[in-house]
């Protein structure tokens, strides 16, 4: 009996303790914790986000490359969509009920309770109009969005553009993106995303029945603000990079330039640009991408780091670094140029058969003679007899390697290009292991064959060779945000095995080819440009191919230029290369003694000729529409003849089921 009294005791107890505990709890969430009233008021409060300013963009002497804009969004709720005037929101926004029904088509398909984007990019004169307004309309909101400008319209491939964020993005962004947020879609916008982007803040407004803001709720206490995205200070000289832009108009190609002593990249130029205000988001940015994705030309290809092409004759001082380094030769190996190279049961030209007689490195380079680098990549080749030609082979490819050929630089932008250094198992493969031998694959020892490189490798090689015998990582942001923080890679040498000592006897082969060689007519005035001209043999017209670096001494700039099918390299890479040199050494362009001017090259249209290749189906189909319009005029011809003759005539019997057009 006192057992059952003792346990009805302890119940009790923890009855009442529950109660207890419950009653505390409760007034706790009533009276001590709002934030629980925060959530019971949720169909009083209206939330809004708000958008940070993403970072803006500038060049080395933070001259503004991009910055915002503000725009305004409408967004809409569809089940919160009730008893509007239709007709009164479509002229107030400038669209047609048919779009109207067309745009809330696609919010119900995306979600009839979350919000998601309806019209976009509205003026601030018309969002000053539509907001006193908007009350009227339940269910759409505006959302104030910054979006990108140009200043200067430059550098587009380098910027590269914003957009709106697609499903796999937003997927993959663990809850950060949503429907209608914009993203960094190319260039420097996508690689440093995270950083130019900030973070986004939160509004709570109280609202009464009819949606109409009537303050913050709890004074604030629950709102975040927006955090603008970091500020990014580039490479890029926009001085250079404007006149690199002009060089090259109507053009097809590249230049490249970097500061030695860095790795940072001074200029950033493909050809043919675009206006990159062009693919600002808003009504006209598909027609545009439309345009220039079709554009035969590929505005949108980054050529400076996507384009491949042979190095051609700019490739022969890094040959010649590395057979002297191999102890193959010194610079006082010579060769007798009759104009040729007999490379087994081969003969080899020189351009235009040129006899060059007999040659040093120095003269050799100066001259660019074929015949020397052949001889030169013979002997790297054949020094451990033709049945090792694997073997070494592979050593010479593991030498030009390290110049950067053949591999990804890792460029802090998206989409770089490995380029071609091709290896031995691709020749087992081609003629069988043990069927080729040096002679077979000579051209590569005067960078043709199957070398080829992005004008960026050939640049960097030329900031190598202008710091005897090392590089920095190139890149395109110097810093990030206020502190100036830059990666720990681009800070460290990368060394390419070369001893110093030998650069000079290639250097100074490479100032003769600008002071009285190849590239003699794009010699400037008080710099000492060091440099080699390239002509790259390709299916069509040669590319003009030229890389330098100036001055001599303490060197503040590597070039690499590219134009696509026009000639020597001394005609039209060479001149571009020394007016961008003399631009950033001195900020102005001299008289030269060759008579050479920059607005002549401006002016030049080089482009090549497209030609649409048409299928035979195409072309079937073609002549069939020609035949049959053809048959429509006779028809009414016949028909109108006959006509001012008051009679009545029949067609022919294959005009029969032709029916003219109004417009015929």
């Not at 030609?389 to 932008?413: E, I, P, Y």
Request: proline letters at 5%; glycine letters at 8%; charged letters at 25%.
């Amino acid at each position: 009996m006192n057992n059952f009294f003792e346990r009805r005791y302890v119940i009790g107890g923890i009855f009442i303790t529950l109660i207890l505990v419950l009653l505390g709890r409760l007034f706790y969430i009533q009276i001590i914790d709002d934030k629980y009233l925060f959530y019971a008021k949720k169909n009083a409060i209206r939330q809004e986000i708000l958008f940070p300013d993403r970072g803006p963009i500038l060049d080395r002497n933070e001259k503004l490359l991009v910055q915002n804009q503000l725009v305004y969004d409408i967004t809409v709720t569809p089940k919160d969509v009730k008893g509007i005037d239709t007709v009164e929101f479509c002229k107030l926004i400038g669209i047609t009920k048919e779009e109207f029904a067309t745009k809330i088509e696609k919010a119900v398909k995306y979600s009839r309770n979350l919000e998601s984007p309806f019209d976009k990019q509205l003026s601030p004169q018309l969002y000053a109009s539509l907001q006193e307004r908007m009350s009227e309309f339940s269910g759409f909101k505006v959302v104030p969005h910054p979006i990108r400008i140009y200043p200067d319209s430059a550098a587009a491939q380098f910027l590269g553009f914003i957009g709106e964020a697609s499903e796999g993005v937003i997927a993959k962004s663990g809850g950060y993106y949503h429907r209608g947020d914009y993203v960094g879609i190319s260039g420097v916008e996508k690689a440093y995303e995270s950083v130019l982007r900030g973070q986004r803040g939160v509004r709570n407004m109280m609202v009464d029945s009819r949606g109409i803001a009537k303050g913050h709720y709890a004074n604030g206490a629950y709102d975040t603000v927006a955090i603008s995205g970091e500020r990014l200070i580039s490479s890029l000289d926009l001085r250079i990079q404007k006149l690199g832009e002009k060089l090259m108009q109507n053009k097809v190609g590249s230049i490249v330039a970097i500061e030695p002593s860095t790795g940072e990249i001074l200029a950033f130029v493909s050809s043919p640009t675009y206006n990159p205000n062009l693919m600002v988001v808003g009504p006209a940015r598909g027609g545009n991408y439309k345009e220039l994705d079709t554009d035969p030309y590929k505005p949108f290809l980054i050529r400076p780091i996507m384009g491949t092409y042979p190095p051609g004759s700019s490739f022969k001082p890094l040959s010649a670094l590395i057979a002297m380094q191999e102890g193959i030769i010194t610079p006082q190996t010579t060769y007798n140029c009759p104009g040729y190279y007999q490379a087994g049961n081969r003969r080899i030209p020189c351009f235009h058969h040129e006899r060059h007689g007999l040659v040093n490195l120095s003269s050799a380079v100066a001259e660019s003679c074929n015949g020397y680098f052949d001889m030169v990549f013979e002997k790297l080749i054949n020094r451990n007899g033709a049945k090792q030609t694997d073997t070494t082979f592979t050593l010479w490819r593991n030498n030009v390697a390290k110049f950067g050929l053949g591999s990804r630089l890792d460029l802090d932008l998206p989409g770089e290009n490995s380029g071609n250094l091709p290896k031995a198992k691709f020749y087992d493969k081609l003629y069988h292991r043990g069927g080729w031998r040096s002679s077979t694959v000579i051209s590569l020892g005067i960078g043709q064959g199957e070398l080829s490189a992005t004008p960026l490798q050939l640049a960097n090689i030329e900031a190598t060779i202008a710091n005897h015998g090392f590089y920095y990582k190139p890149h395109l942001i110097k810093s990030i945000g206020s502190k100036r923080i830059i990666k720990q890679e681009y800070t460290l040498k990368n060394y390419v095995g070369i001893d110093a000592q030998y650069f000079e006897p290639v250097i100074d082969g490479m100032q003769r080819v600008v002071d009285a060689g190849t590239a003699a007519g794009a010699k400037i005035p008080g710099i000492i440009m060091c440099g080699k001209t390239g002509t790259a043999q390709v299916s069509g017209k040669d590319n003009s191919v030229f890389v330098a670096f100036a001055p001599r001494e303490n060197p503040k700039i590597a070039i690499a230029v590219v134009v696509e099918n026009s000639g020597q390299g001394a005609t039209w890479a060479a001149p571009i290369a020394s007016f961008i040199v003399e631009k950033y050494l001195r900020d102005s362009i001299s008289r030269r003694p060759s008579g050479i001017e920059p607005e002549y090259y401006m002016n030049a249209n080089l482009l090549p000729e497209i030609i649409n290749k048409i299928s035979p189906a195409q072309k079937a189909k073609a002549d069939s529409l020609k035949k049959l319009k053809a048959d429509s005029i006779r028809k009414k011809a016949v028909i109108k003849s006959a006509a001012k003759k008051n009679k009545t005539v029949t067609a022919p019997k294959h005009m029969a089921a032709i029916k003219p057009k109004d417009d015929e």
